[in-house]
């Protein structure tokens, strides 16, 4: 089996608007190139009358129209993970309307649902005569997350023990197991420190492979055992967006020309419709290779999104970036990443310091 995963995906925002082309030949053909493909579709679909905890505090909310959601099945994605903390943005609402887009369009999702049977429920697929489990786990720690329960809607929760116990409960059902989860901090190359061990344990608990997400950056391939761990693919189509009060996704009405609008990279609380932009980082991504079988193993090409919102193979500075990468991969491997991890955080905190004096 050949499976190419990618990272996160909002096919909306200033794409919907534009309507303009979102992936090259080059990047559409090695999709097109593995017999599945995966990624994580990271946002809620406009409905109505929206409600919930993001809406009610004011938070930032990341939604697409539904039509937008056919740039994910144009891209031939088999598979999505749900599991992540912007499916319920719009409330249950707006998670539902997701699920029932991603049902119409016949893509197959893991990771959420209207209760705890249904977020837990992995996606299976059949191939040459071996069975292949999708599961999809996210960090529900966060004050506005849906957590499924027995009874009410949400996502499959992040939780060592539960996560553990899943994948050898289906290690015993299926023949491989692959694991999505939402996990780490936002804008980091770094996996966090609790992150890097349990990725290690759903491989030795019978996972094959690992495809992390919710960092918005790239962070290290790792080829160990019998599997492989990426602990974060970073953003592969998440077109920027408008943002207008208090810090929502906006659509405009009208046709209006994007070029007008002032731009910003936080997110600020706006009063006026204003296009948000990613930090520079944020724009690379990668498309995840992975050849599944008794000793899996994971490669990866690395994307760029430019300004008009189209994914291409990056083509500048990727000496730098594997580099960082494959010292990071040796760092993990070889036991001496939590010192490297401490350092770097001691060299942000110092750097951010003299910033702060400078000022």
Not at 65 to 71: G, I, L, T, V
Not at 163 to 171: D, G, M, S
Not at 281 to 310: F, P, Q, W
């Amino acid at each position: 089996m050949k499976l190419i995963a990618v990272g996160d995906i909002m096919p909306g925002g200033v794409l919907s608007i534009t309507n303009t082309e979102y992936a090259t030949k080059e990047v559409r053909d090695y999709l097109s190139s593995g017999d599945l493909r995966i990624g994580n579709f990271e946002c809620a679909v406009e409905v109505p009358n929206p409600s919930g905890k993001k809406i009610m505090g004011g938070g930032n909310t990341i939604f697409i129209r539904e039509q937008d959601a056919k740039r994910v099945k144009d891209l031939g994605i088999d598979i999505v993970s749900i599991a992540n903390n912007h499916l319920f943005d719009l409330g249950p609402e707006g998670a539902f309307k997701a699920i029932e887009v991603l049902d119409c369009l016949g893509i197959k999702h893991c990771g959420a649902g209207r209760n705890l049977q249904e977020a837990r429920r992995p996606v299976v697929v059949k191939k040459d005569g071996c069975t292949y489990a999708f599961l999809a786990f996210t960090d529900t720690r966060w004050n506005y997350m849906y957590e499924a329960t027995d009874t009410e809607p949400g996502v499959n929760p992040l939780r060592e023990d539960y996560v553990i116990q899943e994948i050898k409960a289906a290690k015993q059902l299926y023949d491989y197991i692959i694991v999505i989860p939402h996990w780490g901090k936002e804008n980091t190359y770094f996996p966090t420190l609790e992150v890097e061990p349990l990725a290690k344990k759903m491989i030795h608990a019978g996972a094959c492979l690992v495809l992390g997400g919710h960092s918005h950056r790239i962070q290290p391939v790792i080829n160990i055992c019998h599997g492989s761990i990426i602990y974060s693919m970073g953003n592969f189509l998440f077109s920027n967006r408008i943002i207008n009060t208090p810090k929502f996704t906006w659509y405009p009405p009208e046709p209006i020309d994007v070029e007008t609008l002032p731009k910003t990279i936080g997110i600020p609380l706006v009063d006026t419709p204003t296009i948000k932009l990613w930090r520079p980082l944020a724009y690379i991504g990668m498309m995840v290779e992975s050849t599944i079988n008794r000793n899996t193993h994971s490669k990866y090409k690395l994307t760029y999104t430019d300004m008009n919102n189209c994914v291409d193979l990056l083509k500048e500075g990727v000496f730098c970036k594997r580099l960082i990468l494959g010292l990071l991969e040796f760092s993990i491997k070889f036991g001496i990443y939590k010192i490297v991890f401490i350092l770097c955080e001691y060299y942000k905190s110092a750097k951010a310091r003299i910033c702060s004096k400078k000022r």
